[in-house]
């Protein structure tokens, strides 16, 4: 018997608020409200921190957890709909263990989607990377499913996809380019980011767009309590952040990021003239500002900023960028239903100018979208949680413009502009059927509709241009409907362990056109036309899930298989750069990826860390290539496996160390050579016969930290990226042998091999 619970009747009332840190009251996403009279009837908090739960008229004790937080309870007397926020303190490493134990963090095991990996913010800062500089991208790719793009390269492939396959949002907003410097950076300013979720199996029907996964990255809102500053500086980089209260009551809050590289300060000092007028460096703003507008409403206002500008003298120089807006509006409707509303603005451009004497010549493009959403929730009760929304995106491409000035010859190109408007609505149901099984099943419904202005051509197989038609500013060319259907289910074996399987059905309607394997800042998008169909993939997996010892670990193995349709791939030589026929340069097929991913994580103590490993195969088949039949794509590699340690030794010193080894990928080399009016050429046969070495490197890295005052915190942080100075090959060409005609000659180029970093981290209070 329960002491101090009364039944009044029936009659169903409901709690709802906001869930926040205390120290800095910035929402918590994920966090687990549950009544302890009432175990089965709970919530987990929204991406604004907004939690509801429905229950009988009573007395209870309402329980408030989070990962790393110390656990929060009080006394709830329901007879009526009330509204509570709650603030939580974070925990010391004395007390983790001891919370983890109360709170029962158990929510990978009973939530029905499956492949979701929660990337946390103090893992990412204690981890050792290339160049001291803490990324998010390149920390996916150590967790299952997840391939690297290449040594030292912030790209990334999921399940047997393509990059462009990976839909990236930064606070809702679409981010085309994540690369600086060619890949070796992202864009995500770590100092900046508050939480980081990877769909890659069962992807909600609220998202759409991309075959593969989706990256969806929530800036941090500010501290709302007090003001304080931060950053580091490092051997390359340096970074600050500012954020503080607004308003006399601290009703809102902002923050502002900024990072940049000072690679251009030590080509200025060089003695050579060319080089001191050249130019590499990028840099990037995150700021965020949010209001309460009394206990309903609350706006938000973010934006992204950065550049990357690289020169060669007067001879050659290069800027790209990406730019982000997100304004967003919530209001809670009723003690139920909670309503999102987002306007958002993106593009992605590059501009490329190369002076060759007389000749001045410019090559520009972008992409840019104007984009609404509407996003609600309806919590019906303990069992169902209804999602629903729309989503309109104007699409507007410009694929190359190139000019000339001077004494140029040359005549000016400028490739039509490409226009297409994208609208979807979706519908997604949580629902427990039972203390054991728990479902999530949605619809996902897509309209692409291709717009003039502009004349469009249609092409055989052979890509030889057969019609054409010209169409005015908005008349429609052509439509592509699709539906998409979404299930998940997860069957709890016991309390500490489930069986999930899980089916979704994905489309894609903008494609990049690039001829290199992982992201390069000249690869231009095209949306689907009468030519280009969309890409559609249906995916299946299933997964067993298990935690150990009261949550202190976790381990799940998948087992997935994805079927794609109208994948893309390019004709031998083809022309991708300033052709206005490109569409007569591409093939059209189908691909499938398949595999087994294991993963064990611990998740407390003085040494935690995870070990992941990938079994998986991805291959495309195209009309015309390797004679019809089935061969491995670019991204396919056998084996991946990483092994993550974090050791925190004392108050002063943490450890950590990554090793990562990977079979290498699919490529394509000269199978022989050949002889044409005295010059030897080479001869290729079958597309991606060949592989790579195999790579591995072991990272390792130590965080001292400094002195702690109430207003003054630092820690220095040092790592050494590939400790045994393996050179493990970016690329493999081949000429030659200038000392024996008769032979060639392969050689081997390599990035990295011992690259130490060093970088001060401070904190004012």
Not at 718 to 737: M, T, V
Request: include cysteine; glycine fraction near 8%; charged fraction near 20%.
């Amino acid at each position: 018997m329960i002491t101090g619970f009364h039944s009044y009747a029936q009659e169903k009332h409901s709690i709802s608020g906001t869930i926040k840190e205390k120290k800095s009251g910035e929402v918590l996403i994920g966090a687990s409200v549950y009544l302890l009279e009432l175990p089965k009837i709970g919530a987990i908090t929204n991406s604004y921190g907004f939690y509801s739960v429905t229950a009988p008229a009573g007395t209870y004790t309402m329980i408030v957890s989070f990962s790393d937080y110390q656990q929060d309870s009080a006394k709830i007397i329901l007879t009526k709909n009330i509204l509570k926020s709650v603030e939580l303190i974070q925990s010391d490493e004395e007390m983790q263990a001891v919370i983890v134990g109360a709170k029962k963090q158990n929510v990978n095991i009973t939530q029905p989607l499956m492949g979701v990996q929660k990337i946390s913010i103090a893992e990412i800062k204690d981890l050792p990377v290339l160049f001291g500089e803490k990324d998010i991208l390149k920390t996916i790719q150590l967790l299952p499913g997840v391939q690297s793009g290449g040594d030292g390269n912030s790209g990334f492939y999921v399940r047997g996809g393509t990059t462009d396959q990976n839909l990236i949002l930064l606070d809702e907003a679409t981010v085309y380019n994540p690369i600086h410097l060619f890949g070796f950076f992202s864009t995500f300013n770590s100092d900046a980011i508050k939480d980081v979720t990877l769909y890659k199996g069962a992807i909600p029907a609220e998202y759409g767009g991309r075959l593969a996964s989706v990256l969806d990255v929530k800036m941090n809102d500010g501290n709302s309590k007090n003001y304080q500053a931060s950053g580091g500086i490092g051997l390359i980089s340096s970074r600050l952040n500012v954020e503080g209260p607004i308003g006399k009551d601290n009703d809102g809050s902002f923050i502002i990021s900024a990072r940049r590289t000072y690679a251009d300060l030590f080509l200025k000092i060089s003695k050579d003239t060319n080089t001191n007028q050249s130019s590499l460096y990028f840099y990037d703003i995150n700021a965020k500002a949010n209001y309460k507008l009394g206990e309903k409403n609350h706006i938000y206002i973010s934006g992204y900023f950065g550049k990357d500008e690289l020169g060669l003298g007067n001879i050659f120089g290069m800027d790209y960028g990406n730019s982000t807006g997100t304004f967003r509006w919530n209001h809670i409707l009723s003690s139920r239903m909670f309503s999102n509303a987002s306007l958002i603005y993106c593009k992605y451009y590059y501009d490329i100018n190369i002076n060759s004497g007389s000749n001045d010549i410019g090559i520009t493009s972008y992409i840019k979208d104007y984009h609404f959403k509407e996003d609600m929730e309806y919590y019906a009760n303990a069992r169902n949680k209804i999602d629903f929304g729309i989503d309109i995106i104007d699409h507007a491409t410009s694929p190359g413009v190139i000019s000339a000035s001077g004494n140029s010859s040359f005549n000016p190109i400028t490739l039509q502009d490409k226009h297409a408007l994208e609208s979807a609505a979706y519908f997604s149901h949580d629902l427990s059927l039972s203390d054991k099984i728990n479902i999530n099943y949605g619809l996902r419904a897509g309209l692409f509709t291709v717009l003039g202005p502009g004349t469009f051509y249609t092409y055989d197989s052979s890509g030889n241009r057969i019609d054409s038609a010209t169409y005015g500013s908005g008349k429609t060319v052509i439509n592509y409907f699709n539906l998409e259907p979404r299930f998940s289910m997860s069957y709890k074996l016991t309390d500490s362990s489930s069986f999930k399987l899980a089916y979704t059905r994905t489309t894609q309607n903008l494609h990049l056109l690039s001829n290199s394997t992982s992201s390069n800042p000249t690869d231009v998008w095209i949306p689907s036309s009468n030519n280009v169909k969309p890409e559609i993939a249906d995916q299946v997996s299933v997964g067993y899930y298990r935690n150990f010892k009261n949550n202190h670990y976790e381990f799940s193995s998948e087992v997935y298989y994805r079927n794609m349709q109208n994948q893309i791939d390019y004709k031998n030589g083809a022309q991708l750069i300033a052709n206005e026929n490109v569409e007569s340069q591409l093939v059209f097929g189908k691909g499938k990826a398949y595999g087994l991913e294991l993963y064990f994580k611990k998740k407390y103590g003085k040494l935690n860390g995870w070990i992941s490993y990938t079994l998986s195969r991805t291959e495309r088949q195209f009309t015309g290539v390797n004679n019809d039949s089935w061969y491995p794509a670019n991204q396919d590699r056998t084996h991946n496996l990483s092994i993550v340690g974090i050791y925190k030794l004392n108050e002063k010193w943490t450890f950590s160390a990554d090793f990562v080894y990977y079979s290498g990928n699919a490529v394509t080399w000269p199978s022989g050579k050949y002889e044409v009016n005295g010059q030897v050429a080479f001869l290729y046969t079958d597309r991606n016969s060949y592989r790579m070495p195999a790579y591995n490197r072991l990272d390792v890295g130590a965080t001292l930290q400094g002195k702690k005052t109430k207003k003054f915190d630092s820690n220095w942080n040092f790592s050494i990226y590939n400790l045994y100075g393996r050179e493990n090959p970016y690329s493999i060409s081949f000429q030659q042998d200038p000392d024996n005609p008769s032979k060639t000659q392969a050689i081997q180029y390599a990035l990295f091999r011992w690259v130490p970093s060093i970088t001060y981290n401070f904190y004012f209070n």
